[in-house]
Structure formats: C-alpha cells, structure tokens
C-alpha cells in the first residue's frame, strides 16, 4: 500500500467552523467519507485499515450488515426513535435478550438502567448511587484510570491533562496504586487495605471502589485476575462496592463479553457503553445488583436515554454472544496480535517497547519520549489508523474491531511492522518529526 500522501486534503471548513477541542482529526488528517468492517475510505478514495474502532465503541465493525438490516427495517416501519424512559417494543425486546443472552447464563440479577447515551453517564449514575445506598462520600480509584469527561468522573480519572480541563478542584476521590504501578512483585492491594485499616491514614471509607480491568487511556495497564479477587473480598468485607467500569473493555474487547468474566468477580456495579450500543449508537448502561437499585423515580435521568435504535442495533449484537464463536475467533486473533508485536519488539529493540494489554485491546509501550505519537502518524500516511495511549502518550494502541477480517488484519500488522522500521530508521537519523496529538475516546 502506497503512501497517502499524493495530494494534501482540505480541512478548511473545519479548521474555519469546528471549534478548537477537536482532536482525533488532528491526528488523522483526512476526510473519511466511507465504511466497511475494518476498513475506511476518504473522499480521495484512500484505503485505511482502522485498529481504532471507534475508540472501541465499534467492536462489531463499520456498517455490519446483520445489525443494520434490522435498523433499515425498523425505520421502514416507522419504529419509535425517542423515547425518553417510556416502554417501547424496542426497549422491551433488548432487555429481555441482554437477559437471556448475558445476564442469566452468567447467574447475574442485575437490573439494567439507562442513564443516558454515553460512558461518562453510565460512571455518573454509578457514583450517585453508591453514595446514595452508602450515606458516604469518597471513591477510591486508581492511578491512570479513566473514567470519563464529566466532573463527577474527571474526579475519579487520573491523567492530569484531562482533569485541568474541569477548571475546578475535583474531590471525593482518593486515589490508590494500580496493579503493577510499583513493578508487578509490589501487591498494591497490601497498601490498600492498610490504608483504608489504619485510622491514622486520612483515607475515608470509601463509598464504592472503580476499576477498570485494562486501562485502556492509562496505558493499557492489566489488572490479574489475582489481584481483581483480592479488591472484590476488601470490598466485600468493608462493605464498599465495587464498581467495574467496562466501558471500553466490555461487549467481548478483551475476549469475553465482560472483561472480569475470567477473574470470576461479582462487581455490585458494572458500567458499559461505547460497544453495547452495536452498531456506533449512542447508549450506556449502568447494571445494578437488585438491592442497589434504590433510586427514586426520575431521580437520575436524561432526555436521550431511550435511544431506540441503539436498543435495536445492541438487541442485535447480541447474536454474537449466544455460543462461543466469536469468543473463539477474538482468541486466535488475539495470539496473532501478540506474536506479531513480539516480533517487532525482538526485531527493532532499539525503542525498549514493551507489550501491553489483552485481547483485541494490546500495544507496544516506548522508553523514549514521542515515539508511539511518530509510530501512530507514520502508519497513517502507510494507510493504518491507531491511537496512542498512556499518561505520556507513550504506548501504541491497536483496537481493530472483534470481526475483522484474519487477512485484513495480518495487513494491518505488516504495515505497522514496517512503520516501526521506519521509526527506528528516523530516530536513528535523528531526524525531526512532528505529530499533532491525539483525542480521548
């Protein structure tokens, strides 16, 4: 695949009319015009294979023909669109599939809120209720969590960037080491329970703990599955919820439909958007253990939390998720990602990369300063879209969606085995290179 380089696009009308907080299409400097599974095309008609997906809320790919002959068919049929927290026939064949599919196969008693369209929303409405069915205040979250763009999910979220955005003090939140953020021979959750035993620590019983189980902005930090059990029994013998946010991790991105599925944990709170919604629609959940739920009518709520297309697109999806294909398929494709990137990383050692992450959500981590950043933006120009991730920016992210194609995605790995070269040839050379940054999906 040749260089996308040939003739410079035209971002005039949104450099003259959008407002100056976008970012992603500072990074990929196109304009996409369409969409198939993995693969995108500008409006030159340039090929790029997406390892974003979204920012994950595309796990099932771009424009996936089962999904959206259902939503075709329901607009043809003049379906309910909006509908507030009013019952729908949209609503009501979700619910009951999200049940029989994943719910009850898994013994789980959850019930299912909609807090509104996005993930930040889903978090919102988690740490209301907990503070609410708690009487306490504090949440104690992670070092480089990401939780979201909201206050109450800024307060919880650790990038220092994102959280000066908010203009103001973010409280109620008192943060603790992940797994591995002393090396991985340091157990966090010893300095944990010490701190939150000890009277004389300032560390307030916490409400709720929030966790995600990959930190998919922070770094693509892994959490084991030893370390989840032994957050999930102090929660448990503290009486602190836990809250899983699986918002980017859920909906099969790590293998399985939830990310702790394999940790054999009981979050009392699960937090899912981005890919729950099937098909890139707007829609959060928050599921809620049945004696958590203790709102009062209308005490949480949002206009375009009834989001019937999204309820039909996600009712769809679910199709994926009735036997164990595509959890088979995510394995294989997922093995093929990790031999790939210990290539590269054995190959061009030069860049001290380190592999991280699980599933279809893995990376390569970079000693040295600025290099993912010029490793994402040579792949572009090869025809490759990837994010970076980490409190420096400093780990190169590959999210294809869970369907594409074995052969699409072996293209993909060989463009970025080659944009790696490159990189290493440029640092070498010490020649400069500029990248313009990136978003938060």
């Not at 919820?241 to 009392?268: H, K, N, W, Y």
Request: hydrophobic share 40%; glycine share 10%; with cysteine.
């Amino acid at each position: 695949m040749k260089l996308h380089t040939l003739e410079k696009p035209s971002l005039h009308v949104f450099d003259q009319l959008e407002s100056e907080v976008r970012s992603y299409c500072r990074s990929f400097t196109t304009v996409f015009a369409t969409a198939k599974n993995a693969k995108l095309w500008d409006k030159r008609g340039h090929e790029y294979i997406d390892f974003f997906a979204g920012a994950g809320a595309l796990n099932y790919g771009h424009n996936n023909e089962a999904i959206k002959e259902k939503l075709v068919e329901y607009l043809l049929q003049d379906g309910v669109t909006h509908g507030l927290d009013m019952a729908t026939t949209a609503k009501e064949h979700f619910l009951a599939r999200f049940h029989d599919v994943i719910l009850k196969p898994r013994g789980m008693t959850h019930k299912v809120m909609f807090p509104g369209p996005t993930g930040t929303n889903a978090v919102e409405s988690a740490l209301k209720i907990a503070r609410k069915v708690t009487g306490r205040s504090s949440i104690l979250c992670f070092t480089n969590a990401f939780h979201g763009m909201s206050l109450g999910s800024l307060a919880v979220t650790g990038n220092k960037f994102k959280r000066s955005g908010a203009g103001i003090d973010l409280g109620n939140a008192a943060f603790m080491p992940y797994d591995g953020y002393f090396g991985r021979s340091v157990d966090t959750t010893a300095y944990i329970e010490k701190m939150l035993d000890d009277p004389g620590s300032g560390i307030p019983l916490p409400a709720a703990v929030i966790v995600e189980t990959v930190q998919g902005e922070g770094g693509l930090n892994t959490a084991s599955r030893g370390w989840l059990q032994k957050i999930a029994a102090l929660c448990k013998q503290r009486d602190i919820l836990l809250i899983v946010d699986d918002i980017q991790m859920g909906c099969g991105r790590t293998g399985t439909f939830f990310s702790f599925d394999e940790a054999g944990i009981d979050p009392d709170i699960i937090c899912l958007s981005k890919s729950i919604g099937g098909y890139g629609l707007p829609m959060a959940l928050t599921l809620l253990k049945p004696e958590i739920d203790q709102w009062s009518p209308g005490e949480h709520n949002g206009t375009f939390r009834g989001n019937n297309l999204a309820f039909v697109a996600a009712a769809q999806a679910l199709r994926y998720w009735e036997n164990g294909e595509l959890q088979a398929e995510v394995a294989v494709k997922s093995r093929t990602i990790r031999h790939a990137l210990e290539q590269m990383v054995k190959r061009d050692g030069e860049l001290g990369g380190e592999i991280r992450g699980r599933g279809l959500i893995q990376g390569i981590a970079f000693d040295e300063d600025g290099a993912a950043e010029q490793l994402c933006a040579i792949a572009f120009k090869k025809g490759l879209i990837m994010e970076t991730s980490g409190p420096r920016s400093e780990v190169a992210k590959l999210m294809p969606p869970l369907t594409i194609e074995p052969a699409v995605l072996e293209q993909g790995l060989r463009l970025l085995a080659e944009s790696l070269d490159e990189l290493v040839k440029l640092r070498t050379e010490k020649r400069p290179f500029k990248f313009k940054g990136k978003g938060v999906g």
